[in-house]
């Protein structure tokens, strides 16, 4: 690796990092904060609509930042095929967010545990909108992630701002997820703008029928990234059909600290992708680095849950504090068996293009988590919801392993 791609190679660490940390201090100062002002009840009805929300968002992230990534690391120089990604992607996330908000709506209508938190789904469906605007997967291609983190730091001090300014009382839970999409819409209102100016973008809408071509030729890209992003929030989401809202806020938690704990390989994962499709020879120095952190990251969650959780969240109820604990102690091998996924499936499979081979591992591994979810959930509630999220991505892990070490037998 000579100085210019070292150079940018430790650029785009730095400023995914930047990202990472500037979402770790968010949820380090904001959710105690929070939970103090709105009480762990609210707070777990909060968690149980976004969860569902970011379900939906992350469908209108239709894979891009694999498919996308990939094509505008590849001919992002020129001017004419990155005008035609654009409006792509621009164009399919205008058909899904439209056909997202008229399913948001309808489920409102139709069914009670959702008519009950009509006003907050009624907020959250700004996040979804403010999203269409979001192009990190641009910058994620064009090698250009340093601007990320100043865009993530506007949205992230406005919505501080926001509620510092109007949550204040318990009842303020509703308007959480609005003060949120405010944020985020502003932030992507002006990274969008930006983008259309400097690299001199035409909108184009494709008609429909193009759109439904793209859906269908990436839909293994979309599964790929959809399900394994989809898995934290649809372990909360469960949980909370299960109807209780503390149990919902011991989930979620127990899923930002593993998130947390994460963050590392989430950003080396990014960095290294991009690099890996260009020179594949260094697979074998990313995996070795990304499984080495992973490893070590594993065991600190473990260690670190009893000292840091009672101070960090200010909770006086020890037995939720205990719960807490509880939780994040079981999700502990989740960075562990992330970093394998990255490095055996995204910075592997995917690079030798098993892209299907990886969307069938990944449907198989979380059938068979949803299933032990759906019978444990109900009677067992977030530790369901954790038994749910180890089963599937350690089978993820497992089949990525196996299938990478047989990869000249692949079909």
Do not use: C
């Not at 968002?57 to 498919?67: C, P, Q, R, S």
């Not at 690099?275 to 697979?283: L, S, T």
């Not at 068996?337 to 995917?350: E, F, P, T």
Request: glycine share 6%; net charge positive.
């Amino acid at each position: 690796m000579n100085s210019k791609n070292l150079y940018q190679f430790l650029e785009n660490i730095v400023s995914l990092f930047s990202v990472k940390v500037i979402d770790l201090a968010l949820a380090v100062l904001l959710i105690p904060y929070l939970i103090l002002k709105v009480g762990i009840v609210n707070y777990g009805r909060y968690a149980f609509v976004i969860s569902l929300v970011l379900l939906l968002v992350n469908i209108t992230n239709y894979g891009f930042n694999l498919t996308t990534v990939r094509d505008l690391a590849k001919y992002g120089k020129d001017t004419k095929k990155l005008n035609q990604l654009f409006n792509e992607v621009f164009s399919v996330k205008i058909y899904l967010t439209g056909f997202l908000l008229m399913l948001l709506l309808i489920l409102i209508l139709t069914i009670p545990a959702f008519s009950t938190y009509k006003l907050l789904f009624g907020f959250a469906s700004f996040l979804i909108i403010g999203d269409l605007f979001s192009l990190r997967w641009f910058f994620l291609g064009v090698e250009k992630m340093k601007y990320i983190p100043a865009i993530n730091l506007v949205a992230t001090l406005i919505y501080v701002l926001l509620v510092v300014l109007f949550i204040k009382q318990p009842k303020d839970f509703t308007y959480i997820i609005l003060v949120e999409a405010i944020g985020i819409t502003i932030a992507g209102a002006i990274s969008f703008t930006y983008i259309l100016l400097e690299y001199k973008i035409k909108i184009q809408l494709l008609p429909f029928v193009k759109v439904q071509r793209y859906l269908y030729d990436n839909f293994s890209s979309f599964i790929i990234l959809f399900i394994p992003s989809m898995l934290s929030n649809a372990a909360v989401f469960m949980v909370g059909l299960a109807g209780i809202p503390t149990n919902v806020s011991i989930m979620q938690l127990g899923v930002k600290v593993a998130n947390a704990f994460s963050t590392i390989n989430a950003v080396l994962t990014k960095v290294f992708y991009a690099m890996v499709n260009r020179k594949p020879h260094i697979m074998k120095t990313s995996f070795t680095v990304l499984i080495s952190i992973g490893i070590i990251l594993s065991i600190t969650m473990f260690l670190s849950a009893a000292i840091f959780i009672k101070p960090w969240l200010k909770i006086d109820d020890l037995e939720i504090v205990q719960q807490v604990i509880f939780s994040i102690k079981m999700l502990s091998p989740t960075p562990f068996l992330m970093a394998v996924i990255s490095a055996y499936g995204v910075n592997g499979l995917l690079v030798y293009g098993k892209d299907k081979l990886v969307g069938y591992i990944i449907l198989a591994s979380t059938a068979l988590g949803l299933l032990l979810g759906f019978f444990l959930i109900p009677k067992y509630t977030y530790i369901g919801g954790v038994v749910f999220l180890l089963t599937a991505r350690g089978l993820y892990a497992v089949l990525s392993i196996f299938f990478f070490k047989n990869k000249t037998r692949v079909p």
